[in-house]
């Protein structure tokens, strides 16, 4: 027992408590850095929230076959279907956040995010690395009067033309808001469900204008069965050095539909930063460069670490929820 007056022993129990509380820190310091030298130490799992066989699985399928032998264990695609992504969000938040869970992402996960229909915030993720990142055309008929981007947007301003997007409230839907509100247009939405039927539907001439992503209008723009007239993004493709970008007509508006992986923002710093460098190594290998080709893209402008995806996709998120608010979507 401490004998003396009440001050010093008052004294006596904050230092005591203070040397418990650093203690305590330290050794969750050196749990998390012991957890972080042995991962991984089992097989991770890659929660998808698309069905087995479409592009975020394939995507992700193609990701793994590297990463597993950069980090030297199993992984294994588990798909998470409902909520456009809300089953998957809540299911990774039900996970411990040690780096065995790792979430594919959409923008259909930042729409979700934004529009309140999962427990997930975007705080709660750290983006790891980014697979793909596809721009945007904005094209017309090969048979359209509009042969440049001036020429579109000099009739748009005359009068509402029919734009074709896959889904209400989707990619295409929020890069047009984001291009009518930067030109100063009025435009009419038209959604077909998918982007295969926008692209059919552009063909068939049912629409005026439409905005497919590189990877789905390749084939067209290089027949001519398309006119690329700008593609939605700071600067011209190295592909198409012949399509103006928006920016450089002095329309700030971009768009494009990535896929990347996260995991909770919780993760030890050193977790995300061997998953995100085993995944980037396994992307600028051929087996995934040449996916990527397959699809009209490049490892340069698509693969990205854990600092740039993870600032970009919270870019992105904050771009969606500010044009679902001025849509109505979002209250």
Same mark, same amino acid.
């Given at each position: 027992?401490?004998?003396?007056?009440?001050?010093?022993?008052?004294?006596?129990?904050?230092?005591?408590?203070?040397?418990?509380?650093?203690?305590?820190?330290?050794?969750?310091?050196?749990?998390?850095?012991?957890?972080?030298?042995?991962?991984? *130490? %089992?097989?991770?799992?890659?929660? #998808?929230?698309?069905?087995?066989?479409?592009?975020? /699985?394939? !995507?992700?399928?193609? =990701? +793994?076959?590297?990463?597993?032998?950069?980090?030297?264990?199993?992984?294994?695609?588990?798909?998470?279907?409902?909520?456009?992504?809300?089953?998957?969000?809540?299911?990774?938040?039900?996970?411990?956040?040690?780096?065995?869970?790792?979430?594919?992402?959409?923008?259909?996960?930042?729409?979700?995010?934004?529009?309140?229909? *999962? %427990?997930?915030?975007?705080?709660? #993720?750290?983006?790891?690395?980014?697979?793909?990142? /596809?721009? !945007?055309?904005?094209? =017309? +008929?090969?048979?359209?009067?509009?042969?440049?981007?001036?020429?579109?947007?000099?009739?748009?301003?005359?009068?509402?033309?029919?734009?074709?997007?896959?889904?209400?409230?989707?990619?295409?839907?929020?890069?047009?808001?984001?291009?009518?509100?930067?030109?100063?247009?009025?435009?009419?939405?038209?959604?077909?469900?998918?982007?295969?039927?926008?692209?059919?539907?552009?063909?068939?001439?049912?629409?005026?204008?439409?905005?497919?992503?590189?990877?789905?209008?390749?084939?067209?723009?290089?027949?001519?069965?398309?006119?690329?007239?700008?593609?939605?993004?700071?600067?011209?493709?190295?592909?198409?050095?012949?399509?103006?970008?928006?920016?450089?007509?002095?329309?700030?508006?971009?768009?494009?539909?990535?896929?990347?992986?996260?995991?909770?923002?919780?993760?030890?710093?050193?977790?995300?930063?061997?998953?995100?460098?085993?995944?980037?190594?396994?992307?600028?290998?051929?087996?995934?460069?040449?996916?990527?080709?397959?699809?009209?893209?490049?490892?340069?402008?698509?693969?990205?670490?854990?600092?740039?995806?993870?600032?970009?996709?919270?870019?992105?998120?904050?771009?969606?929820?500010?044009?679902?608010?001025?849509?109505?979507?979002?209250?």
């Amino acid at each position: 027992m401490i004998k003396g007056n009440n001050s010093f022993r008052r004294k006596v129990i904050k230092t005591s408590l203070s040397l418990i509380t650093l203690t305590g820190l330290g050794a969750f310091g050196l749990i998390s850095s012991a957890n972080a030298d042995k991962y991984p *130490s %089992k097989p991770i799992e890659l929660v #998808i929230h698309a069905k087995y066989g479409g592009g975020t /699985d394939t !995507t992700a399928r193609m =990701v +793994s076959i590297r990463t597993r032998r950069n980090l030297g264990t199993d992984i294994s695609i588990v798909a998470k279907r409902g909520g456009s992504g809300a089953k998957a969000q809540n299911y990774v938040l039900s996970k411990p956040a040690d780096g065995y869970t790792i979430m594919a992402l959409t923008q259909s996960h930042l729409y979700t995010m934004a529009r309140g229909k *999962s %427990k997930m915030k975007i705080d709660d #993720i750290v983006g790891v690395a980014r697979a793909m990142d /596809d721009p !945007t055309f904005i094209a =017309v +008929s090969g048979k359209s009067n509009y042969k440049t981007l001036e020429d579109l947007v000099s009739a748009s301003k005359k009068g509402a033309l029919n734009w074709g997007v896959a889904q209400i409230g989707g990619t295409e839907h929020i890069g047009l808001a984001q291009f009518a509100k930067e030109a100063g247009i009025k435009f009419k939405v038209v959604p077909f469900g998918s982007g295969a039927q926008m692209v059919q539907a552009l063909m068939a001439g049912k629409i005026d204008a439409t905005l497919p992503n590189v990877s789905e209008a390749a084939n067209q723009v290089a027949d001519g069965s398309f006119r690329a007239l700008a593609v939605m993004a700071e600067n011209r493709l190295k592909d198409y050095p012949n399509v103006p970008s928006t920016y450089e007509k002095g329309i700030k508006a971009k768009c494009s539909t990535t896929r990347g992986y996260a995991v909770l923002a919780s993760t030890p710093q050193p977790i995300i930063d061997q998953i995100s460098k085993a995944m980037v190594k396994a992307m600028k290998h051929d087996v995934f460069s040449s996916y990527l080709s397959g699809a009209g893209l490049t490892v340069e402008s698509s693969v990205a670490g854990t600092k740039i995806w993870d600032k970009h996709l919270k870019a992105e998120y904050k771009i969606a929820a500010s044009a679902l608010k001025e849509l109505g979507l979002v209250k």
